[in-house]
């Protein structure tokens, strides 16, 4: 049986991205708090290879979809650091490039 999703209440989850979340077992904020949206698009990003999956529309959507704010209005200093996990050169809040 299918599980219900509410990701669509969500700010910046549109159809798309609820499905490609449906599709890595997440259906519920909860859900996303509990995978993480690095990790998220991560696994988006394997389910999907060969397309682009551009960041500022899944990495930060699913970030902004956890603050309750836009993606746009995620502080630059929080997409820096997701950026730099999901190409996995940040860990446990330093760079890992030093």
Do not use: F
């Amino acid at each position: 049986m299918k599980k219900r999703s509410e990701l669509s209440r969500l700010k910046n989850i549109g159809p798309t991205i609820e499905q490609r979340l449906n599709e890595i077992d997440v259906y519920t904020r909860a859900d996303l708090e509990r995978v993480g949206p690095v990790k998220a698009y991560q696994r988006i990003c394997r389910n999907h290879a060969g397309r682009t999956i551009p960041v500022c529309y899944y990495l930060y959507s699913l970030q902004g979809a956890l603050m309750n704010v836009h993606w746009d209005k995620v502080p630059e200093k929080t997409k820096e650091q997701l950026s730099m996990e999901a190409k996995g050169i940040w860990h446990g809040g330093r760079d890992a490039r030093r």
